[in-house]
């Protein structure tokens, strides 16, 4: 199982089935964030290259304390060449080991004004409404 | 012409709704309308069916003090 940590302290990642339906599989089947989401995962789980991972802010306008990010595809930074992210948090499984749990995918800077963004996203998974 | 009469079902803000076998819930836009979306279980709502829970600042400033953040999310 792939996992991530720092200091000697390892967490495992997770997708989960529910989270991954509603994030991933709402866009159409052949569609670029959908086959990116999926590219990324499968490295993610192959365990077999470094993340290049940012925390989220746990302040502003759309805090996100315990969550962490990574841009997709995996291994780019500027927005045009990796326009989505998926978040996760950070989480205490019932036998009390951590994982980081899969919580959102979509773009960082929707062309559209009207959709939002994965930072939103992931505010509404966690909070049960989008920010103000 | 006769006109038919429509019953029009009132929805609120976070009500799930299937159209066509397809479920929507119901959310605010950033413009002040409504619209509908596909649903985001809350995480309250998968924890109760694993059983975790969010990890303590502690452990994840354990795990991620060192990350680096940026500045848009």
Redesign the interface.
Known sequence: MPS????G???EIVF?L??WE??VE?YHQLSPPRIRAQNARKMIEAGDRRLD?????PD?R?P???C??LYVPLGKQAPSEAPYGFVF??????DSS??W?F??FGE??PSN??TR???E?AY???????PA | MSRMAISVRKLAV?EIVEVDGRRYEV????DGEL?LE???????E??AI????????E??E????????????
Request: with cysteine; aromatic share 6%; net charge positive.
């Open positions: 991530a940590g720092g200091g302290l390892s967490a989960g529910r989270p509603e994030e709402r991972w940012l925390n989220c802010r502003g759309i996100l304390p315990g962490r990010k948090l950070l989480v205490q499984r019932r951590l994982a749990t919580v959102a960082r800077h004004p009207k963004t994965v930072y996203r509404k998974r966690i909070n049960g409404c989008y | 976070g959310v605010p836009t950033r619209t596909t649903p985001i279980t809350p995480m309250d998968l924890h694993d059983g975790a829970k969010p990890a303590s600042a452990d994840f354990r795990l991620s003090g060192h990350v680096p953040y940026d500045d848009e999310g």
